[in-house]
Every structure is written in C-alpha cells, then in structure tokens.
C-alpha cells in the first residue's frame, strides 16, 4: 500500500471562493504539489477542476517536476452535467490515472429521482471508463439529503451500475448511521480505492460546516487522530482484506500546525501504520 495526498480542502477554496486571478491561484495549487512532494508522498489525488484551471499541460508538469503522480481524478458535479465526462475519461488517459472518483454535487430533493439520475450518467461514465481501461469508482457521502449516504444506497447503485467500484472513506458513513469497521467488511471485494479520514461529532451544531446525521447530532471533519475514527482497527481490517492499492489522506487542516507539519504528521502517523 502507498500514501497519496489528496487536496481537496485546499483546492476547493482556492477554485471556488478566493478572489485571486488565474495566475495566483495557479501559484496556490503548485505550492500544494511542491508540498505534497517535499513532505514524503509519491501521489496525489485531484479534482478535474483544478486541472481545468491549470491546463493538462502545467498540471503534467507540475507534477513531472515533483516526481509525483496522478493517483485519482475527482469529477465532482457530474449528476448536474456529465456533458465533461469524455473530457474527463482523456484527461486521466493523458496522465495514465486508472481511477476516477464519481462524485454527484448538487441532487434534486426527490431522493428516488436523483437515485435514477445518477444510475444514468454512472452507467454512461464506466463504460466509458471500461473502453480505456479505467475504472470509476464512487463513496458513500456524509449529506444525508444525497441518495448515497448509507451502506443500502451505496449497494443499490453498485447493483444497478455493473462495473462500478467503491471508494472507501474511513468517515463519511458515520452520518447515515453505519460502522466504519463493518462498513468495509461489507464491501471489501469492491474496494479500488481509500480516502483516510477522521471525523468529530457534537450534540449541537458547532461553529462553520458540520454534515447533519440521521441521529440528529452533528459531523465534522476532522485533523486525522482527533476525531472517533479507531485507525489502528481500520489498518488490521484494510491488511486483512488483501488490499494493496493506494490509500488517499484526505486532508484537514490541524489548529496551530502550517501546512507542512502537518501533511508530514499524517504522512509520518499512516506510513507507520501501514508498515505495523
């Protein structure tokens, strides 16, 4: 197994809310790629925004000059328009990625509609995938509002779209009621890939963003080992399984710690338990 970084916490912001210019938020995600290559890791996972805003080429390079490589390719948004995805299924040919992770972004407000969306543009996406030898692979997610937040949905939309896989994310099950242990049990022969994430719960609804759970109490993100997620657990159960393929950190920001600290703090945290 080998670590990548994935950057979505910081990506997210710098494509969607700051005010910058190209070339300054451009600047931004290559500090983000230097830095995922100077504190340890070999890959990294992004999303296909980033790589329209830099272009396939810079992005290439980027990461050719950091000695990393393009781990997994995030289409975010394609049960709104999934019109890109041929672009997409290029994108990861030109970068030799093998995995591209389905994520839905906004869904109607009929559960059952949205269900039968995403089947249609899923289907559509891994065939697509198959064609050039890739597969698209997908994880349960923390809004409950979206039809694929609990063990039932995400088994439903592997059923009804043969050929996709499952991402494992160590966290985003909690909200919608399921075990993080039991949760990759169940579904550990369909497992292409793991995002390695901690989550903090409260009773009341904390300051900033915290994803509602089917218990009325609230989630959040959280800096790796601060939340309730039991990673020592999870590694026995992930080596149990046979599973050798990369496992993504998905970043959070520690309180107090630069960047720096803190991407080798996790790196230095999972490398060891990996080797355990």
Known sequence: MELSMMTFMLEFPVLFFKEESKEEKVKEIESFVELTARTGYKKIDLLWQTIQLVGKEETK????????????????????????TPEVIE???????????????????????????????????????????????????????????????????????????????????LPGGDDPISY????????????????????????????PGMDGRFYINAPHKTGVVDFERLFETIKKSGYNDSLAIEYVPMPGSSLEEDFKRVYDIFSKLIKM
């Not at 990759?184 to 994803?211: L, R, T, V, W």
């Open 61 to 84: 390079r980027m990461l050719n000059a950091n000695g990393l490589t393009l781990n997994c390719l995030i289409y975010m948004g394609i049960a709104e328009n999934d019109e890109s």
């Open 91 to 173: 994108a990861a040919k030109y970068f030799g990625c093998k995995k591209i992770m389905l994520v839905p972004g906004e869904v109607d407000e009929d559960r059952n509609k949205s269900f039968h969306r995403m089947v249609l543009v899923y289907k559509k996406a891994v065939d697509l995938a198959k064609e050039n030898g890739m597969v698209c692979v997908i994880e349960d997610d923390p809004n409950i509002k979206i039809p694929m937040c609990t063990r039932q949905e995400v088994d439903a939309l592997l059923h009804a779209v043969p050929g996709l896989r499952v991402v494992y994310d160590s966290a985003n099950m």
């Open 184 to 211: 990759y049990e169940y579904f550990a022969d369909k497992i292409s890939h793991i995002h390695i994430k901690d989550m903090q719960i409260a009773d009341k609804h904390p300051e900033g963003h915290a994803n």
